[in-house]
């Protein structure tokens, strides 16, 4: 598995489990390494499951017989005949479970031989199955890759969405709360003024003569 197009640098053991972001393309290549140049590679069968298991029976199947069974799966040129190379957009089934693993059945054929396998074309359409062939000295082997994950910054980012909406409200009432105390005690202060800068009343003295 790669992480681009250019095929240069692949995902190391180490770099397990690795974060995708759903519709992203992923980047994959399936290729023999041998001696020998007369021998060439196809991805038969590739699936995802949501465990190491390649039997489990829960499965995303994206290329079957040889030929693409998601319609985002698209062929890229290789290097060599001994390898292939593909993409395909990021799936939901990533997204439903917490991990996923990549799994590949691959054929091995003699490229010399234009009845093989690995000679067999997709129909036009590009989904479907290869044509049948009646060789059986091709030789089957089984790949698997991962796990897959959904990247972490997208759900960090619905989660800290859900808190802006629901830590909106106390901060609105405090900051309301804030503006009351400034207006009753700018009241209070114009009070106390209005009360200091009032002139003294007259008292009534009593009538009579003095003594």
């Given at each position: 598995?790669?992480?681009?197009?250019?095929?240069?640098?692949?995902?190391?053991?180490?770099?397990?489990?690795?974060?995708v972001?759903?519709?992203?393309?992923?980047?994959?290549?399936?290729?023999?390494?041998?001696g020998?140049?007369?021998?060439?590679i196809?991805?038969?069968?590739?699936?995802?499951?949501?465990?190491?298991d390649?039997?489990?029976?829960?499965?995303?199947?994206?290329?079957?017989?040889?030929?693409?069974?998601?319609?985002?799966?698209?062929?890229?040129?290789?290097?060599?005949?001994?390898?292939?190379?593909?993409?395909?957009?990021?799936?939901?089934?990533?997204?439903k479970?917490p991990?996923?693993?990549?799994?590949?059945?691959?054929?091995?054929?003699?490229?010399?031989?234009?009845?093989?396998?690995?000679?067999?074309?997709?129909?036009?359409?590009?989904?479907?199955?290869?044509e049948?062939?009646?060789?059986?000295?091709?030789?089957?082997?089984?790949?698997?890759?991962g796990?897959?994950?959904?990247?972490?910054e997208?759900?960090?980012?619905?989660?800290?969405?859900?808190?802006?909406?629901?830590?909106?409200s106390?901060?609105?009432?405090?900051?309301?709360?804030?503006?009351?105390?400034?207006?009753?005690?700018?009241?209070a202060?114009?009070?106390?003024?209005?009360?200091?800068?009032?002139?003294?009343g007259?008292?009534?003295?009593?009538?009579?003569?003095?003594?």
């Open positions: 598995m790669f992480p681009d197009k250019r095929f240069v640098s692949p995902y190391m053991k180490d770099d397990f489990p690795v974060a972001v759903l519709r992203k393309l992923l980047f994959f290549e399936v290729s023999v390494t041998s020998d140049k007369q021998l060439s196809v991805a038969d069968r590739c699936y995802a499951t949501p465990t190491q390649q039997k489990n029976s829960l499965k995303y199947e994206f290329i079957r017989k040889g030929c693409p069974n998601d319609e985002t799966v698209k062929y890229h040129s290789a290097p060599s005949i001994g390898a292939q190379r593909f993409s395909l957009e990021a799936f939901k089934f990533i997204a479970h991990f996923v693993f990549v799994h590949c059945h691959v054929i091995i054929c003699n490229a010399t031989d234009p009845g093989s396998k690995c000679a067999k074309k997709c129909p036009s359409s590009g989904r479907g199955r290869r049948a062939s009646d060789h059986v000295t091709d030789d089957v082997y089984s790949l698997a890759q796990p897959l994950l959904l990247a972490r997208k759900r960090e980012e619905k989660r800290g969405n859900v808190l802006d909406k629901s830590g909106s106390p901060t609105l009432l405090m900051a309301l709360f804030v503006m009351c105390v400034a207006c009753l005690a700018g009241t202060l114009m009070i106390f003024k209005k009360s200091r800068d009032k002139p003294a007259y008292a009534v003295l009593a009538s009579g003569d003095p003594k």
